[in-house]
Structure formats: structure tokens, C-alpha cells
């Protein structure tokens, strides 16, 4: 059975930072390329980045783009996100997935972290 299980949200103030973890069992991790996503309430979940399985290669939505940056590691089949200068508009559920597509098709989902910025 395949899972993806996220950690490290909580509460920080605005300009603070927070590293999520997503942790990958019961699939070879290593040719998915993971993203990230977020949905703040009473929004429609968002594409926040994503990373290539085999090279690293990252992008990001404009809105974090320079403050956070997504790392994985396929020993430890574990994708990460840095979030820094967070914002309160960052506030959201956040949430990994895992595609064979670079264009974010997800296969698989986790079931979200919550982040919360206090202004």
C-alpha cells in the first residue's frame, strides 16, 4: 500500500520559516517526480512545486518562487519543502504528491500538513 506522509507544519510567525517532510512507503520512490501543493480555506488547492526524480530539477509557482525550495531524498524516499519568509497568505494545508508525469498527474497524495502565519 502506497503512502505519503507529511510533517513539520505548525504556527510561525510571518518572516519565520518551516521545513515540511513528505516520507514515501510502499512504492519505489525514485522514478516519481513529487510536487507540492497547498489549499488555503475556501480556495482551490495550488500548484507550489514540484522536482524531477532523476536530476533534481526544480520550478515553482510564482508566489514562493525565491523563498522556498523543494529537496528530495531517494535513499531515504523523503521529499522536503524549505519555506522561508513566510508569509500569511502562505497559510494553507499543504500537501505532497507523487507522478510518473512531469506535468503533475498524481498518482498518489498525502494527506496534508497544516501551516499556519501569523501576521
Known amino acids: 500500500q502506497v503512502q505519503l506522509e507529511e510533517s513539520g507544519g505548525g504556527l510561525v510567525q510571518a518572516g519565520g520559516s518551516l521545513r515540511l517532510s513528505c516520507a514515501a512507503s510502499g512504492v519505489t520512490f525514485s522514478p516519481y517526480h513529487m510536487a507540492w501543493f497547498r489549499q488555503a480555506p475556501e480556495k482551490e488547492r495550488e500548484f507550489v512545486g514540484r522536482?524531477?526524480?532523476?536530476?533534481?530539477?526544480?520550478n515553482y509557482a510564482d508566489s514562493v518562487k525565491g523563498r522556498f525550495t523543494i529537496s528530495r531524498d531517494n535513499a531515504k524516499n523523503t521529499v522536503y519543502l524549505q519555506m522561508n519568509s513566510l508569509k500569511p497568505e502562505d497559510t494553507a494545508v499543504y500537501y505532497c504528491a507523487a507522478s510518473m508525469s512531469w506535468i503533475m498527474i498524481p498518482a498518489y497524495w498525502g494527506q496534508g500538513t497544516r501551516v499556519t502565519v501569523s501576521s
Open positions: 522536482i524531477r526524480w532523476s536530476d533534481g530539477t526544480s
